[in-house]
């Protein structure tokens, strides 16, 4: 079965430092992934995702993400943060579009 | 770009009452939509997916007598809280992916509903 795992709970990075957010996953086959972004009280905004291809992923906002398979990882950067970037953050992994799981997600802080 | 509504964002009733929310795609058909149930700092785990007219497809450990599933048109899908009680007080979420979209294309979301039982 697969999984995901966010191994931070809660990061903390000043306005216009840079960001890495880690997403490993557990999955006999190269899966679908994405990175997603969750306002307080809202829906999720889907930042990237990779299937195939060029493990570079690019994202809107700015960011992006890349699949390294030896090391199961899927993890998001962003060089420089803005103030409008806090937010929840979540990675997700399956099999296809449709059966979906989530990791527990990594609340993002951004100090002024 | 797809959008997804999903109505109504926030309800507060009480115990015992039923609840029906809804989810539909404004500018895209789906035969696929997908709810999910978010607990206060928690992930989203999925409900159900909900199939055009066909049955939804139920995870382990939901209960489908309480949480009813109509996806009766191909840009409507709803769950209805049957009997609701505190501890179904939540955030529902639901996504819908374009049915003529590549399989390669991801799921859209709405905004979630913030279900409150007194």
């Known amino acids: 079965a697969q999984s995901v795992t966010q191994p931070d709970i809660h990061i903390t990075v000043s306005e216009g430092a840079s960001l890495e957010l880690r997403c490993n996953y557990s999955?006999?086959?190269?899966?679908?992934l994405f990175w997603y972004v969750q306002s307080p009280g809202q829906g999720l905004q889907l930042l990237l995702k990779y299937f195939s291809g060029d493990t570079l992923v690019q994202g809107i906002k700015g960011f992006e993400a890349e699949f390294k398979r030896s090391q199961s990882s899927f993890n998001l950067r962003k060089p420089s943060v803005h103030w409008s970037d806090a937010a929840e953050y979540f990675c997700a992994v399956g099999p296809n579009n449709n059966d979906m799981r989530f990791g527990a997600g990594t609340r993002l802080t951004v100090k002024p | 770009g797809a959008v997804v509504s999903q109505h109504p964002s926030r309800v507060i009733c009480k115990s015992g009452t039923s609840v029906k929310i809804e989810c539909r795609s404004l500018?895209?058909?789906?035969?696929?939509m997908f709810w999910y149930r978010q607990f206060p700092k928690k992930s989203l785990m999925l409900m159900a997916t909900s199939n055009e007219g066909s049955k939804a497809t139920y995870e382990q450990g939901v209960e489908k007598d309480k949480f009813l599933i109509n996806h009766a048109s191909l840009t409507l899908s709803t769950l209805t809280v049957t009997s609701a009680h505190p501890e179904d007080s939540s955030f529902y979420i639901c996504?819908?992916?374009?049915?003529?979209?590549?399989?390669?294309?991801?799921?859209?979301f709405g905004d979630g509903t913030r279900l409150s039982i007194l």
């Open positions: 500018d895209f058909q789906a035969t696929t």
């Open positions: 999955y006999g086959a190269t899966p679908y």
């Open positions: 996504s819908a992916r374009d049915s003529r979209a590549g399989m390669h294309q991801p799921q859209h």
